[in-house]
């Protein structure tokens, strides 16, 4: 069993920016995929962005110039960094890993633009 737990997240100005983490429980040596789902009031969850074992990289259209995935030198480590944040952005943004046949969820983090 693997857990997961965000960081990172808070109330931002619109225009701004954060750094979210992500740290496995031990250490993965069989990720296919590491990545960020996030989800909105009154929406469904979406994929944010994701990166692949082979640093392979996938960004929803709403974030793609504005967002940046990468993972830490460690395996049990996945970085969003979010640049010229807006409203639309706010939701619960949660860290995802995919092992094997396996996904595995963080419990969210929140993260709240103001205008």
């Known amino acids: 069993q693997v857990q997961l737990v965000e960081s990172g997240g808070g109330l931002v100005q619109a225009g701004g920016s954060l750094r979210l983490s992500c740290v496995a429980s031990?250490?993965?040596?069989?990720?296919?995929?590491m990545g960020w789902y996030r989800q909105a009031p009154g929406k469904q969850r979406e994929l944010v962005a994701s990166v692949t074992s082979g640093d392979s990289t996938t960004y929803a259209d709403s974030v793609k110039g504005r967002f940046t995935i990468s993972r830490g030198n460690a395996k049990n480590l996945v970085y969003l960094q979010m640049n010229s944040l807006n409203s639309e952005d706010t939701g619960v943004y949660y860290c995802w890993i995919v092992i094997g046949r396996t996904n595995y969820w963080g419990q969210g983090t929140q993260v709240t633009v103001s205008s």
């Open positions: 031990r250490s993965i040596f069989a990720v296919n995929t």
